[in-house]
């Protein structure tokens, strides 16, 4: 009888043990931030700021800061955080606070130079450029940039003699002959100009931009077919800038090109709807062709976002008159005239319309005033209105009437200036052209996906959803972003279970509490902390498939993040795949489960073991857009790029449209 005592005091002893473990865990990651390790929060800020979760790193890099104010990293991780929101300002001061405490990081001159260039504080910016060469003078990247502040500043001698420096150091660096170009170009140099940004093609003929300043100088010199041929190389090359369509179709105008300038026009708009040159220069372009209801409602969105545009308001004023709405016309008419009462053909306009509709006195007085002005000589003769041969153009500040069916150019033909950096655009504008669809993984957060009209449905989270007093899961591909209020309650959340937690007797009513509070966990990026609850959770029940399965999401997180900063992460990455293989054994109708377990191939290169699983993954569930996006760029990497094409089509299909512009690129090769 002493043996099966001894086996039941040993699982009590065993199940004791767990609980303190738990309970431990509980008191260790509760009630509050102040719990953690500094060095702790810190790495969850960078991780949610990795991920993009912008609002929640700050939360994070808040309380490190407030209980070790004199390290530098929160404060300046803070302000890359508040950097990616805009809060150029708040970024600033961040910055300077972690300059104080460690003046010796560049990083945090480069992202305060970056802060004040956007408050156009040049000068500013200047001097951090200065700062941060004195401990890196070899970096490139700060030399460009701090020419480009010198630039804005109009400081052009100091800027000509940097980028001398820079062509001595750097001889093949083709943005430094740009710049100088555009130093040129703005002194009045333009023999100079043209030979340093052709030499700048010369080294680089994939710049964009490059070719961009190059067809500025064209078209100053009205050399529209030169041009034009510039601007179509920076559109082959930067195909989502709506300034180069706008100037592309001045050219394609002024060589009698009007379709082709409508057409160009058309996309400007596309890609930038709120364009007030591309609405304007299209409303006339409308008119000339006879598409008068068209062109008023491009005259109508110009009015909208300048009410006081009387250039607009008498174009739509002819073209209401063309359509036949006289009153709005005269409308349109009487407040130009209001500000311009000498403006004769508006009168001679105005007085048609009156006559129309039968109001001869008003004709009859619009008309003695037009008899007037033509008398009188200090307003010389109307302008002959513009013909075919005779097309100008008038700058957009530019409010003399007379040039009212001119088309608009920009005030300045200053140069748009990119500042290189490694903070410049969101994070994932620095990422890969094509990247994979990420992993699915268990959420609070009920999917908002264009892809499918329905829910993903799995199996085992349903049932785990049957279970009584448990919060609804969801299966959810991505990383979730949540506002400041959310993680208000998610934190309240955690809270809440571990209490739950530690009032409990025994195992199986802990196992639900600690599987909800690993999502939890994950929603606010703290990925140890859920795979601490997962494994625990694993050990009370080892045939949860669930439990496997978000621990297999939540290292891949981890993995990815340390990959990005350098560590290897070799032994990690197979505990992804081991865990992903035993929640397969336990749950081998997961569609969900094989897709991930393909991805964790695929982003190590191992295509065929990556498509078998994809494959499984469609079988199960033919409506997955992702497994089929996946499969048909590991088909493409492993040379088979038909088959990855018909995929990719597929996930086009299901909604995932960025599929069609990788089928596009894979077509052209």
Not at 122 to 148: F, G, H, I, K, S
Not at 208 to 217: C, L, N, Q
Not at 220 to 226: F, L, P, R, V
Request: charged share 25%.
């Amino acid at each position: 009888m002493r043996e099966p005592m001894s086996g039941v005091w040993r699982f009590k002893k065993a199940v004791a043990c767990l609980l303190i473990i738990i309970s431990h865990s509980s008191f260790l990651i509760s009630h509050s931030f102040a719990q953690f390790n500094t060095d702790r929060l810190v790495m969850i800020g960078r991780s949610a700021l990795y991920y993009e979760d912008y609002v929640l790193s700050i939360q994070y890099f808040n309380q490190a800061i407030s209980q070790k104010p004199w390290l530098y990293e929160p404060w300046f991780f803070r302000g890359v955080a508040k950097y990616y929101l805009d809060d150029y300002r708040g970024a600033e001061a961040d910055c300077s606070e972690a300059i104080d405490r460690n003046p010796y990081v560049t990083s945090a001159y480069e992202v305060r130079a970056l802060c004040r260039i956007n408050q156009k504080k040049y000068t500013e910016a200047v001097d951090d450029y200065n700062r941060a060469l004195r401990y890196d003078p070899e970096n490139q990247l700060y030399w460009y940039n701090r020419v480009l502040c010198l630039v804005q500043n109009k400081d052009y001698d100091h800027a000509m003699v940097q980028i001398d420096t820079m062509i001595t150091r750097w001889s093949h660096y083709a943005r430094a002959y740009a710049v100088q170009g555009e130093v040129y170009l703005l002194t009045n140099d333009t023999t100079n100009a043209i030979k340093s940004l052709d030499k700048s093609l010369e080294i680089d003929p994939y710049d964009g931009g490059i070719w961009s300043e190059r067809a500025v100088i064209s078209l100053s010199q009205k050399n529209w077919k030169e041009g034009e041929e510039f601007l179509s190389q920076s559109i082959r090359l930067l195909p989502r800038h709506a300034g180069n369509y706008i100037n592309r179709a001045m050219a394609r105008y002024n060589q009698n090109n009007l379709r082709g300038a409508m057409a160009d026009y058309d996309t400007a708009l596309d890609i930038d709807p709120n364009n007030f040159l591309g609405h304007y220069n299209r409303g006339l372009l409308r008119a000339q062709v006879g598409d008068d209801n068209r062109g008023i409602e491009d005259f109508d969105f110009v009015l909208k976002l300048e009410p006081n545009n009387l250039m607009a308001l008498f174009n739509r004023a002819l073209l209401l008159e063309q359509t036949g709405n006289l009153r709005a016309a005269i409308r349109d008419y009487s407040k130009v005239i209001e500000d311009f009462p000498n403006f004769w053909f508006g009168l001679e306009h105005r007085a048609s319309c009156y006559r129309r509709l039968g109001n001869t006195k008003q004709a009859e007085l619009d008309e003695f005033r037009i008899l007037k002005a033509q008398m009188d000589k200090r307003y010389g003769k109307r302008q002959p209105r513009m013909t075919d041969k005779q097309r100008q153009m008038r700058k957009r500040s530019d409010e003399d009437m007379e040039k009212y069916n001119q088309l608009v150019v920009a005030d300045d033909d200053e140069m748009e200036h990119e500042y290189k950096s490694e903070y410049r655009g969101r994070v994932q504008n620095r990422k890969a052209e094509l990247t994979w669809q990420p992993m699915y993984g268990l959420s609070f957060i009920r999917p908002d996906s264009e892809l499918r009209k329905d829910e993903p449905y799995e199996a085992t989270v349903d049932a785990f959803n049957h279970q009584p007093g448990v919060r609804t899961v969801y299966v959810s591909c991505g990383q979730n972003t949540v506002s400041e209020e959310m993680m208000k309650q998610t934190f309240a959340y955690i809270d809440s279970l571990s209490t739950a937690i530690d009032a409990k007797k025994n195992t199986a009513d802990v196992k639900p509490l600690l599987l909800l509070r690993a999502i939890a966990y994950c929603s606010i990026q703290n990925y140890d902390n859920a795979i601490d609850d997962l494994s625990i959770t694993i050990q009370i029940d080892s045939t949860s498939s669930l439990a496997y399965w978000q621990r297999a999401v939540c290292q891949a997180k981890i993995n990815e993040f340390n990959a990005s900063q350098g560590t290897n992460t070799e032994l990690q990455a197979a505990n992804v795949v081991g865990n992903l293989s035993d929640a397969i054994r336990l749950s081998p109708q997961n569609a969900y489960l094989y897709y991930n377990r393909g991805n964790y191939y695929a982003q190590r290169n191992d295509y065929q073991r990556a498509i078998a699983d994809y494959t499984r993954a469609v079988e199960l569930e033919g409506s997955m857009a992702e497994a089929w996006y996946n499969r048909g760029l590991a088909r493409i990497f492993a040379k088979k790029t038909e088959e990855g094409i018909s995929d990719l089509s597929k996930a086009g299909e299901l909604g995932l449209y960025q599929a069609y512009s990788v089928i596009k690129k894979y077509r052209e090769k």
